[in-house]
């Protein structure tokens, strides 16, 4: 019967007959079934076509199978395939999303010699890829088609066949002139397949090393090196940055001693692009030079690169010289020369800065570049928005080299603090130049806000190092000034925040103590006023940064004589606890967090208010549990559930005092919260109560193997008898059966730790027709079935112990690591579901997930 929706089989050529002793990762039967019918629904311009999603996941398909076996026996087992790539070279109405699959799925199946040649004697690569195939057609106005194409071939070419056919196609010529499309993705797909074929080309006969005389390489790779000079000679801007592109991906890709001649060939093309005015592709120009000389083929001091990176880096503008002064100095091996050349560039904008604030015209300490432009004349730049960008570059570069071991040595650390200390006070309105040129500098960068921020980034990135005393103390100066102005942005304010944590965490310190120094302590009583003045701001971002600053110095310093004075001194502590009822859900979470810091620390006051008179030791603990019951917002209740979890670790007071009604009361509540990130933690706390309640730390390597808790019967009963009075187990085994996979997750490995625990015991062998067990079962059952109404009531360790080790948790486990969407990911619901969109499937042999 013919199918619905089918066309009659069209003519094939002859091909050639299977071959024999050929194995292959075959598909399903199923499969094999249903791919006919999908292949005359792709084949008829009539019917409606699935979206880009189904036919991408089809195409990986047969990669999959391709990658695994032959493509020929694929192809011979069904010939619907052949059929399909022949229908495509009728001339009709074809959808151009088919045609490019089509084009792709020949590419795939041809990057095996033997089924190239197969297709090969049925005429079929040159009518799909060649001159008489879609390049003459109305389709190839498609981008879809013309990048279709170009990723067919980019697959073919493996191997001696496809370099062959490639070269007498005239597939090259369209490659380059590709390169030139009006769809950036197909012009860099484009460049790509040429490096590629150029790499492929110059593996050598048989494998063997290529020649390393140019005028010997092969003809494919001789044209493809034609073209990419004869564009580096062009006048047009993208010739050349096409050139300068396909050069870095060959440099970036290819090692072999083949690179270092061709380098060699082109070098002079390259640097000859540094006599024009304006140099052009400029960009492409320093990632091409980074790519050779980051090539391992090729040995830089034989071929001139260093002389040329040299002569570039004068050439170029101070803009664009700075990626390239960076990539220079990550190098592993470089004259030094040329590394003191490339640090002068990337130092020279705030040298400028330096001179335009001088008061007298001695050396700044920061070397001046010897780059060209603008930077060298009087005025920095001639409009703001070049003279921020090239601020802000200059300080994002400087900050990537301070962690590295290449970095320059030495150091130039106090000037580069005075010159991020200028920077923030010219933008804040503090500075007083000397001259015209400072105060015009000062006019482009008053209030700019890009350029604090990435002041701010940089000179806590300083704070690593050290500097004199009286730098250190304009540092915490300016610092303080910004966080004192009511003219700093929120991220302003919270870089400041950053960055003065980062600097009173490495202030000066006795060696053995982590204490603040005396000078940091002066600068925190005249801190915690701005602090305080912080987390009351309208705000609602400003009283979010405040509390996480808070928070960092309360972990950090909570235990210090001088910090606790004069936190407790101040209003800060109460104005933080009155945050727990802010209007802004981000804040109330950020209060809980540090409410549960200061209060680990014994810096709390009793919360404010008539309905927590008389409380005095537990107070926050109520206000916690009231925010995790009624708060109307997930972040805050996440923030008690962490703030709760490490009270238990740490066995904090509130906690310690008992035990047993904190835990039974939190996990009560977290139950049935709405939020799995909320049950999540729950089970979190209840797996520190485990560990706590058993005397067993739980091993944070998944893979690590936990040894059991050898103990009689007697004391094991009774050490999980706290965990059943506070409702543990219901929680755990309710939560196996979650709707949310981390939940389930979670409990999971909740219950395995705790079997593991007691696999050792001689506890009672409970028998499977146990009434309490059965009951338990059922309920579980219940549950499962998503009837989660009733609960278990009270259970003995004993019946726990028992349904822990008849439950499947290790194939629980695996069946919640996979996907949600495992079971309809399969090849078979793919080729179901579209075929069900064109009505060619009954209603119920579709898997519509």
Known sequence: MRVPGARTRTHTPNWPTRCPGISSLTMDPECSQLLPALCAVLADPRQPMADDTCLEKLLDWFKTITEAGSSLLLLQENPCLVELLCHMLKPQDLSSRVLSFSLRLTGVLAAQEDCFQYLQQGELLPKLFGEAGPLGGAAWTSPAVRSGWIQGLRSLAQHASALHFLAHCGAVDTIFSLQEDSS??????????LVHILGLSMQGPAGG??????GDWPACAQKIVGHIEES???????QITQALNVLTTTFGHCHNPWTQVLWVQ????VAGLLEKDPIPAAHSLVDLLLSVARSPGLSSSSCGLWETLAQTLSHLSPTQAGPLALGILKLQDCPQALRAQAFAVLLQPLACVFKAMAQDPGPSGVPDGTVGGSMTAGVPLPSKAACVGLLCRSLAHLELLLPLPQRPCPWPQAPLLGAAVTLLQLCGGSARPACDMGRHLCTLLLGCVRVQRAALDFLGALSDGTGPRELVTQVFAVLLEYLRSPDSSPTVLKKAFQATFRWLLNSPKTPGCWDLD?????FLRDLLPVLQKRLCSPCWEVRDSSLEFLTQMTRHWGGQAGFRHALLASEVPKLTEQLLRDPESYVRASAVTAMGQLSSQGLCVPPAGPEHQGGQQKSLL???LHILS??????PRRAVMQVFTQWLRDSHADVAGDTEQFVAGVLQVASQDLDWEVRAQGLELALVFLEQTLGQPRSHC???VTPPVEAPVGPLAQALQPLCRVRLFDFAFRALFDCDRPVAQKSCDLLLFLRAQTASSSSLQESRSSPDVASVEAALQRWQAGDQAQPLGDLEPEVVLAVVRSLDLEGLRGALAESSDHVEKSPQSLLQDMLATVGVLGENEADCY
């Open 232 to 238: 580096l000679r062009a006048t047009a801007t993208p």
């Open 266 to 269: 082109l070098s002079p093309l």
């Open 630 to 635: 009624t708060d109307s917002e997930g972040f």
């Open 622 to 624: 109520v206000e916690l």
């Open 209 to 214: 090393p290529p020649s390393l005389q140019a």
């Open 184 to 193: 950036l993705f197909v012009a860099s797909a484009a460049g790509q397949l």
């Open 518 to 522: 005396p000078h940091a302590l002066l």
């Open 702 to 704: 998944p893979h690590a």
